[in-house]
């Protein structure tokens, strides 16, 4: 599990994988110097809170940290729907993970 951390207050846990393609999307809107929420669910039971939601600007600091040392492999097509849910009315939320293109499913 690696951690966002949003203007040095508010820490949150996502998994690894989540948290690389959340940051593609995240970095890609900042960088363009393009405001926009950002919504997440998570257990109440964990956090006292079932929803989240921040409004991400490029003067709010934002960090993202990993537990593990390697960078997990992008999914171009799920960095393509998080962009999109990023640029949505809605704003950006963690969308399920489609499958790559020219990829067999697994399990």
């Known amino acids: 599990m690696g951690t966002l951390t949003y203007d040095s207050k508010l820490v949150v846990s996502f998994d690894d994988r989540?948290?690389?393609?959340l940051q593609a999307a995240i970095w890609a809107k900042l960088r363009r110097g393009e405001p926009f929420a950002f919504t997440?669910?998570?257990?109440a039971s964990a956090s006292g809170f079932g929803r989240t939601s921040v409004w991400l600007s490029p003067a709010i600091p934002v960090a993202f940290e990993y537990f593990g040392g390697r960078a997990p492999r992008l999914n171009p097509a799920w960095v393509q729907a998080m962009n999109r849910s990023a640029n949505s009315a809605g704003g950006l939320t963690i969308v399920p993970e489609p499958l790559e293109a020219g990829r067999e499913p697994t399990g």
């Open 18 to 21: 989540v948290l690389a393609h």
């Open 40 to 43: 997440w669910t998570e257990s």
